[in-house]
T-cell receptor
Framework: NAGVTQTPKFQVLKTGQSMTLQCAQDMNHEYMSWYRQDPGMGLRLIHYSVGAGITDQGEVPNGYNVSRSTTEDFPLRLLSAAPSQTSVYFC??????????????FGPGTRLTVT | QQQVKQSPQSLIVQKGGISIINCAYENTAFDYFPWYQQFPGKGPALLIAIRPDVSEKKEGRFTISFNKSAKQFSLHIMDSQPGDSATYFCAASKARPGFQKLVFGTGTRLLVSP
């Protein structure tokens, strides 16, 4: 199993450009999430999905869109990039917790710089 | 109510020493407390986790201590090794059916000196 994969690994955008960060998982997990990681702020939830066709907002959703057409893929779209979106983005997946304990699997991250 | 406060921000420990990282939470509905370990250039990975029905959980050199009344939990790394040098995140969520959002602390960068 490849686990959670993300592409690209690095990206530089100009302000106003749009792009899609790709995320895929091969573990047949129901839940997928996008986080951003900024220095001194930990990981913050952007959007999440509980299954194909079902998405919802997290803590910091503004400026981002998601869709989930398949169980495996969960792309994150930046509509009009802003310098404030410079960050490291992590995709994660897991299955529903059966006993209240769960392991969330993270991808290797995409480092995005917006100039 | 959703915050998880983590300290210290950074920590330097000599090889063989004990590393201690502390977290405090506000939301009494939280009942699942994992710790994640992240190496440079990698995604976080689950290290160890605890539910509030126990006060301590140990896995190898890693121990979580949990104090429900104080709403605090901590990670202890015994016999710290240079390979433990990483960033550690505490987190908390509710253990309920459905998607429960994981709230992360701000991270602790641990350096274990040889």
């Amino acid at each position: 199993n490849a686990g959670v994969t993300q592409t690209p690994k690095f990206q530089v955008l100009k302000t106003g450009q749009s792009m899609t960060l790709q995320c895929a998982q091969d573990m047949n997990h129901e839940y997928m999430s996008w986080y951003r990681q900024d220095p001194g702020m930990g990981l913050r939830l952007i959007h999440y999905s509980v299954g194909a066709g079902i998405t919802d907002q997290g803590e910091v959703p503004n400026g981002y869109n998601v869709s989930r057409s398949t169980t495996e893929d969960f792309p994150l779209r930046l509509l009009s990039a802003a310098p404030s979106q410079t960050s490291v983005y992590f995709c994660a997946s897991r299955n529903p917790a059966r006993t209240g304990v769960y392991e969330q699997y993270f991808g290797p991250g995409t480092r995005l710089t917006v100039t | 109510q959703q915050q998880v406060k983590q300290s210290p921000q950074s920590l330097i420990v000599q090889k063989g020493g004990i590393s201690i990282i502390n977290c405090a939470y506000e939301n009494t509905a939280f009942d699942y407390f994992p710790w994640y370990q992240q190496f440079p250039g990698k995604g976080p990975a689950l290290l160890i986790a605890i539910r509030p029905d126990v006060s301590e959980k140990k896995e190898g050199r890693f121990t979580i201590s949990f104090n429900k009344s104080a709403k605090q939990f901590s990670l202890h790394i015994m016999d710290s090794q240079p390979g433990d040098s990483a960033t550690y995140f505490c987190a908390a969520s509710k253990a309920r059916p459905g998607f429960q959002k994981l709230v992360f602390g701000t991270g602790t960068r641990l350096l274990v000196s040889p």
